[in-house]
């Protein structure tokens, strides 16, 4: 008796030591926040923007990021700075990156030092699951697969300075890609809030779109503007 109830108890014990440690490799954050940014609403605040040296993007929603994180909200950044971001590992995405990951910030740029901030702040975070090529390619696809600016006309919802209410704004993502958007705004010159980022979720091993385990914090107001560009 007290042999199997030793025995049974150290299986216990081994598979509860197993799990937590395929945990430990595999849980160095829990989730990805997929971040779009729409460019009107980058440019016409009271800061401003400059196009890219390549020239004005186009009128969609443009890559910002893909920000691994933890489930209790914080995140992870920083995380390796012996692997620096390295162009010539993405050399063939640079044209879908100048297309679908455009920079504005001033000075005008060619997106290098866009991409390297946010592989060096956040892709470095999750490179046991994303190396270099991968992290650009995942994010590209992500964006090919989630036409948030389709999915809004489709309801007519449009780029056109009017504005809409935050709840038709995310019915139409919702409706259209099935997952539950998170929308932050910001200001344009005159105060009015606007429809600045698109957050969707993503498993932790980048295979696909989840339901957000987690919010970020924010507000917007409860109609808001989706400014031209
Ligand atoms: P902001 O203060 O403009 O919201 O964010 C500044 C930067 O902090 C973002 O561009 C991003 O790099 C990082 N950041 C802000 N919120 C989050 C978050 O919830 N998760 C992650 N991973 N990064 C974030
Ligand atoms: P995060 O907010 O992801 O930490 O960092 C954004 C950084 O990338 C800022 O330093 C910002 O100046 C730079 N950056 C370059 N181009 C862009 C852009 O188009 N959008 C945003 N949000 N940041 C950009």
């Known amino acids: 008796m007290t042999i199997k109830f ?3 108890a150290l299986i ?4 509860v030591a197993q799990c937590v440690s395929v945990l430990c490799v595999a849980q160095d954050f829990d989730f ?8 009107g609403s980058y440019c016409d605040t009271k800061k401003s923007c400059c196009y890219p040296k390549s020239g004005k993007p186009d009128s969609d929603f443009g890559i910002h990021g893909l920000w691994p994180n933890y489930k209790d909200g914080n995140y992870p950044s920083n995380c390796d700075p012996n ?5 010539s590992k993405i050399s063939d995405l640079v044209s879908r990156m100048q297309q679908d990951w455009p920079t504005l910030a001033c000075p005008s740029g060619d997106g290098t030092e866009f991409w390297s901030h946010e592989w060096e702040k ?3 975070c999750s490179e046991s699951v994303l190396e270099q ?3 650009f390619q995942t994010t590209l696809d992500l964006k090919n697969n989630t036409n948030l600016l389709q999915a809004l006309q489709d309801a007519g919802i449009n780029p056109d300075g009017n504005s809409y209410s935050l709840g038709s704004i ?3 993502i919702k409706s259209a890609i099935n997952y539950t958007p998170w929308i932050e705004c910001n200001n344009d010159a005159d105060g009015n809030s606007q429809l600045y980022q698109v957050y969707l979720c993503v498993d932790s091993s980048a295979s696909g779109l989840i339901e957000c385990p987690v919010f970020p914090h924010g507000k917007c107001a409860s109609t808001i503007e989706f400014p031209s560009f």
């Open 12 to 15: 216990k014990f081994l598979l």
């Open 170 to 172: 995310k019915d139409a």
């Open 32 to 39: 990805f926040y997929f971040v779009q940014q729409w460019p």
């Open 133 to 135: 090529h991968s992290y």
């Open 6 to 8: 030793q025995s049974s």
């Open 122 to 124: 956040h892709g470095t």
């Open 83 to 87: 692997n620096p971001f390295d162009e």
